[in-house]
């Protein structure tokens, strides 16, 4: 246990300059042990099986939200806006919300109980949708869910449990959970298709349409009621400590979220996840309209390209202890633009060259975009001042909601040309970015 004397009072985290902070003074030696350390394993599993669901919970709809838009009598683009709607109002609503609960010392534990509850309601209101046929009730459940979605969570208590010198790693571990159930998602929509189909349950409540709906409320009850008995919350100690033993009040005064590095890692953290559901909204509708797969067939295929992404997730993440932060995520942007080129089609016939061609860019460019989303979520935490650490996961968090919600739609309404000529120039320029302000991705003095 680390000896520590508080010298000054809390104060308020805000997003922008913050001209007091908590400060608590740590002998020197015992600086290595908060470095070091790790939460309850049974705690740290359940943030990893949040964002499976979470993530699930977006993508499940995929293989099926086009059909359930024209089962309603809805547009293609209508489509869209169901899997988009629930990143978006994450985003704006949830995340906020989220933080000021947190902002008013509501326990993490109580905040993910929360969370879930209403993602149960949600998700019942989207399977009550179709014995409704009523396109605002579909809309107003992927509104609730994004809401209700909590992925503020992960960030936060990694930042606060896990020490500076173990955080890229469990960063890269948290972020591979989430290309876990981009392969689960389409898997589990397949199988869930066929279960459907083959006892031949296809009426008002509970049909191919409609399960994902039902499924995902058992997943999350069933989570909830571990968190209950489980999750225990992590103590926030970087935030109040100082290794220096003292505080510099000018210094502090001058903190600020409003810098280059900062906002680079921003706009990785907004281009990652846009380029990641867009390519799979594309995917989805190249299958389904072009290729003529079935949902179920298009659902295996896309499980099995997840699987890819998922593995390379993981392996990336055992060179970490080797490759500096800022260095990572320079040359997972430009093998992820590299890779963009090979998903370039001309004409309207697709032979077995070009779709294994496609498929194989679309695969390394999936990889490279977790890689990239990996390194900016360690980032964050390491190169902003320790009290300004929750206000920078808020709106770090914020903005990968956005990017998540815009790639969805853009999937939806883009051609090979425009989708790979998009692709290749966001790697491009965050590539040049990153080049350019390299010095400003260095760690923070403070940060532990």
Same mark, same amino acid.
């Given at each position: 246990?680390?000896?520590?004397?508080?010298?000054?009072?809390?104060q308020?985290?805000?997003?922008?300059?913050?001209?007091?902070?908590?400060?608590?003074?740590?002998?020197?030696?015992?600086?290595?042990?908060?470095?070091e350390?790790?939460?309850?394993?049974?705690?740290?599993?359940?943030?990893?099986?949040?964002?499976?669901?979470?993530?699930?919970?977006?993508?499940?709809?995929?293989?099926?939200?086009?059909?359930?838009?024209?089962? &309603? @009598?809805?547009?293609?683009?209508?489509?869209? &806006?169901?899997?988009?709607?629930?990143p978006?109002?994450?985003?704006?609503?949830?995340?906020?919300?989220?933080?000021?609960?947190?902002?008013?010392?509501?326990?993490?534990?109580?905040?993910?109980?929360?969370?879930?509850?209403?993602?149960?309601?949600?998700?019942?209101?989207?399977?009550? #949708?179709?014995?409704?046929?009523?396109?605002?009730?579909?809309?107003?459940?992927?509104?609730?869910? @994004?809401?209700?979605?909590?992925?503020?969570?992960?960030?936060?208590?990694?930042?606060?449990?896990?020490?500076?010198?173990?955080?890229?790693?469990?960063?890269?571990?948290?972020?591979?959970?989430?290309?876990?159930?981009?392969?689960?998602?389409?898997?589990?929509?397949?199988?869930?298709?066929?279960?459907?189909?083959?006892?031949?349950i296809?009426?008002?409540?509970?049909?191919?349409?409609?399960?994902?709906?039902?499924?995902?409320?058992v997943?999350?009850?069933?989570?909830?009621?571990?968190?209950?008995f489980?999750?225990?919350d #992590?103590?926030?100690?970087?935030s109040?400590?100082?290794?220096?033993?003292?505080?510099d009040?000018?210094?502090?005064?001058?903190?600020? &979220?409003?810098?280059?590095?900062?906002?680079?890692?921003?706009?990785?953290?907004?281009?990652?996840?846009m380029?990641?559901t867009?390519?799979?909204?594309?995917?989805?509708? &190249?299958a389904e309209?072009?290729?003529?797969?079935?949902?179920?067939?298009?659902?295996?295929?896309?499980?099995?390209?997840?699987?890819?992404?998922a593995?390379?997730?993981?392996?990336?993440?055992?060179?970490?202890?080797?490759?500096?932060?800022?260095?990572?995520?320079?040359l997972?942007?430009?093998?992820?633009?590299?890779?963009?080129?090979?998903?370039?089609?001309i004409?309207?016939?697709?032979?077995?060259?070009?779709?294994?061609?496609?498929?194989?860019?679309?695969?390394?460019?999936?990889?490279?975009?977790?890689?990239?989303?990996?390194? @900016?979520?360690?980032?964050?935490?390491?190169?902003?001042?320790?009290?300004?650490?929750?206000?920078?996961?808020?709106?770090?968090?914020?903005?990968?909601?956005?990017?998540?919600?815009?790639?969805?739609?853009?999937?939806?309404?883009?051609?090979?040309?425009?989708?790979?000529?998009s692709?290749? @120039?966001?790697?491009f320029?965050?590539?040049?970015?990153?080049?350019?302000?390299?010095a400003q991705?260095?760690?923070?003095?403070?940060?532990?």
């Open positions: 246990m680390a000896t520590c004397t508080e010298t000054r009072a809390p308020p985290t805000t997003f922008g300059l913050v001209t007091r902070a908590r400060s608590q003074q740590f002998l020197p030696d015992e600086t290595w042990k908060l470095q350390r790790m939460p309850p394993s049974m705690s740290l599993n359940l943030i990893y099986l949040l964002l499976i669901l979470l993530v699930l919970n977006v993508e499940i709809v995929v293989p099926t939200a086009d059909q359930y838009a024209k089962r &309603l @009598g809805a547009s293609e683009s209508f489509s869209g &806006l169901v899997i988009a709607l629930t978006f109002f994450q985003g704006i609503i949830g995340v906020p919300i989220n933080y000021a609960m947190l902002s008013r010392n509501v326990s993490m534990k109580s905040i993910i109980i929360i969370m879930v509850a209403g993602s149960i309601v949600g998700n019942v209101l989207y399977a009550l #949708a179709g014995l409704m046929h009523s396109k605002i009730v579909i809309l107003a459940s992927r509104m609730i869910i @994004g809401i209700c979605q909590c992925q503020l969570a992960g960030p936060i208590y990694i930042a606060r449990a896990v020490g500076v010198k173990k955080r890229t790693k469990v960063m890269f571990l948290y972020s591979t959970m989430a290309a876990v159930a981009f392969f689960g998602a389409p898997l589990i929509a397949a199988l869930l298709e066929m279960f459907v189909k083959d006892l031949r296809e009426d008002l409540v509970l049909d191919s349409d409609t399960i994902p709906g039902w499924f995902m409320a997943l999350y009850f069933i989570y909830m009621l571990m968190v209950v489980f999750f225990e #992590a103590q926030d100690v970087e109040a400590a100082s290794p220096a033993g003292e505080t009040a000018n210094e502090e005064a001058q903190d600020s &979220l409003c810098r280059p590095g900062f906002l680079i890692c921003l706009l990785a953290s907004f281009i990652s996840p380029t990641t867009m390519c799979i909204v594309f995917f989805v509708k &190249l309209q072009v290729w003529d797969l079935s949902v179920s067939a298009t659902g295996l295929w896309l499980a099995g390209a997840m699987v890819v992404v593995a390379m997730s993981f392996l990336s993440s055992l060179v970490t202890p080797y490759i500096e932060d800022r260095k990572g995520l320079l997972s942007c430009l093998l992820a633009c590299i890779s963009a080129t090979l998903t370039y089609h004409g309207h016939d697709w032979s077995t060259a070009s779709i294994t061609v496609f498929v194989l860019g679309f695969l390394l460019m999936q990889s490279c975009s977790g890689v990239v989303k990996n390194y @900016g979520y360690a980032l964050v935490p390491k190169i902003v001042a320790p009290h300004l650490k929750d206000a920078a996961g808020t709106v770090n968090m914020v903005v990968l909601q956005l990017g998540r919600g815009t790639g969805a739609q853009l999937g939806a309404m883009m051609n090979t040309t425009s989708f790979a000529a692709q290749v @120039g966001s790697y320029l965050l590539a040049f970015l990153v080049s350019v302000f390299s991705l260095k760690q923070h003095a403070k940060a532990m």
